[in-house]
């Protein structure tokens, strides 16, 4: 998205309202055709002006759609398309924001739950909600073309390929194939060779990656519940191969493979080689869901201002631990990092980012916290972030 966006100014209220409200707000997603159907995968059917996740506690997940139109005129064509994504996208909140809506409009929008408010209603909603208190990058769009100038890469880049595929392509999978295929990137034509740290696009794609991968982990835990920490290992394996009837199908077919060969057993055969990585990481999201959301929305305020060059991130709003979330979502970025065999110096640029002014001391018992948690490679804990309305 760009300033010359027609509907520039609205989408920038859209996901300034839907940050207020909790939601980690992405614009401009594709809606395409998922895979195994008979026309081509990808295909671009249209896009979502604003679609938002929200991460509760509890394991669920609501999603929010605002649909974005200045121009006049064929309102009820609109409040109809926005109920008709509303199925295909599984959304709870619909919004549709135009400049003028007739009372034909507003009629079939109260009958269908469609949230319609015109242009001298969103003036007002801006005031009541002071909404103009989000300012800088990742609000004012000069984030959104930072990351477009720095991953505008020549078309026979194989660069170029990884942001269609980061942008575009992954909206195909489901979230379970979303994050083994993240998980796997780097081993992509030898790319965790081709990838360097000293490269602010390169760091760019490792951020928007890490994105990706933060929301498909917590579409992923979301198909868990509180009780599955007593059998993790295997609720994890069924929700990574489809359900428990396709993977005791894999786990025959597996098996009989190692009786013939001698090869492998079943569970090398079919684990993802960062599976016991991967564990790890869900076992701790899991039991420490409700600092999920503002992990995964710390990921996407890393990638616009280290696009924009603004310096350290500010305080995002919220009522769990900024400490904590800093942390998850720095261990989801080593993860990405460390599974996909890039150089250690992509998580030390990006923490320096998420790091707090000099005079900011960690809570002890934030420290005490970590070093509890599990074993393998961890992160160091980092302060607060500063405040979120810049001076």
């Not at 027609?6 to 209220?13: P, T």
């Not at 008979?38 to 759609?65: I, K």
């Not at 992160?379 to 979120?388: A, D, G, K, T, V």
Request: aromatic content about 6%.
């Amino acid at each position: 998205m760009s300033s010359s966006d027609q509907d520039h100014s609205y989408k920038l209220l859209g996901k300034r309202m839907a940050w207020a409200l909790g939601y980690v707000p992405l614009l401009n997603v594709p809606v395409t055709l998922p895979a195994g159907t008979n026309s081509r995968a990808g295909t671009d059917l249209t896009d979502a002006d604003v679609l938002g996740f929200r991460f509760s506690p509890s394991g669920g997940v609501s999603r929010l759609l605002v649909d974005c139109k200045t121009a006049s005129g064929r309102a009820v064509d609109r409040v109809l398309w926005v109920r008709g994504l509303q199925d295909v996208l599984h959304l709870e909140e619909l919004y549709l924001f135009k400049k003028n809506i007739p009372e034909s409009a507003r009629w079939l929008a109260h009958e269908l739950k469609v949230n319609c408010i015109d242009e001298a209603e969103l003036h007002e909603l801006d005031t009541r909600l002071g909404l103009s208190r989000l300012k800088g990058p990742y609000f004012d769009g000069m984030g959104y073309d930072s990351i477009n100038a720095l991953l505008t890469f020549p078309k026979a880049s194989e660069y170029r390929a990884l942001v269609q595929f980061l942008t575009t392509g992954i909206w195909t999978l489901k979230p379970a194939h979303r994050v083994l295929t993240l998980l796997n990137l780097g081993q992509q034509n030898q790319l965790h060779r081709k990838l360097r740290p000293d490269d602010r696009a390169h760091v760019c794609l490792v951020l928007l990656a890490t994105r990706a991968l933060a929301i498909s982990l917590g579409l992923l835990i979301s198909e868990l519940n509180v009780l599955d920490v007593l059998k993790i290992e295997a609720r994890l394996r069924e929700e990574l191969h489809g359900g428990v009837e396709s993977l005791a199908q894999k786990v025959r077919f597996a098996d009989a493979i190692h009786r013939l060969t001698g090869e492998a057993d079943s569970e090398q055969a079919i684990d993802h080689k960062e599976f016991p990585r991967l564990l790890e990481e869900v076992n701790r999201l899991l039991v420490r869901r409700y600092a999920l959301n503002d992990a995964i929305r710390i990921t996407d305020l890393a990638l616009h201002y280290f696009a924009a060059g603004a310096g350290s991130l500010p305080r995002h709003l919220s009522g769990s631990d900024s400490n904590l979330s800093v942390k998850m979502a720095s261990d989801m970025l080593a993860l990405f990092v460390n599974s996909n065999a890039l150089e250690i110096s992509f998580s030390r640029t990006i923490i320096g980012l998420l790091a707090a002014t000099p005079e900011t001391v960690p809570d002890p018992a934030d420290e005490r916290r970590t070093e509890s948690e599990g074993k393998g490679e961890q992160i160091q804990l980092l302060s607060p972030l500063p405040p979120l309305e810049e001076k």
